[in-house]
Nanobody, 117 residues
């Protein structure tokens, strides 16, 4: 499975961005997709996930502001980010796995999101 992210950029605090992640390869095997992020000097943080059945998970830090969605026909997952804060700055990575729980074996290359004041 290959994952390619797009949609990062520079945005002012309070603004919005939508990230996209297109999957290719053995996409039929994908169960769950999600997004991690990593700010400079910090560990990678799981931001949101969405399973094949549509169930979602959000980190407390993004609940109510971010929405993850999935288009099965296009093998694409989206992360709509609203009310962005300075602390949302970081590299966002798309991830996927073929089982409902456990490690994330497939990672995209990452896309930079920078929130300015």
């Amino acid at each position: 499975v290959q994952l390619v992210e797009s949609g990062g950029g520079l945005v002012q605090a309070g603004g919005s961005l939508r990230l996209s992640c297109a999957a290719s390869g053995s996409t039929f095997s994908i169960n769950t997709m999600g997004w991690f992020r990593q700010a400079p000097g910090n560990q990678r943080e799981l931001v949101a996930t969405i399973a094949t059945g549509g169930s979602t998970y959000y980190a407390d830090s993004v609940k109510g502001r971010f929405t993850i969605s999935r288009d099965g026909a296009k093998n694409t997952v989206y992360l709509q980010m609203n009310s962005l804060k300075l602390e949302d700055t970081g590299v966002y990575y798309c991830v996927s796995r073929i089982v409902p729980v456990g490690r994330w074996p497939y990672w995209g290359q990452g896309t930079q999101v920078t929130v300015s004041s």
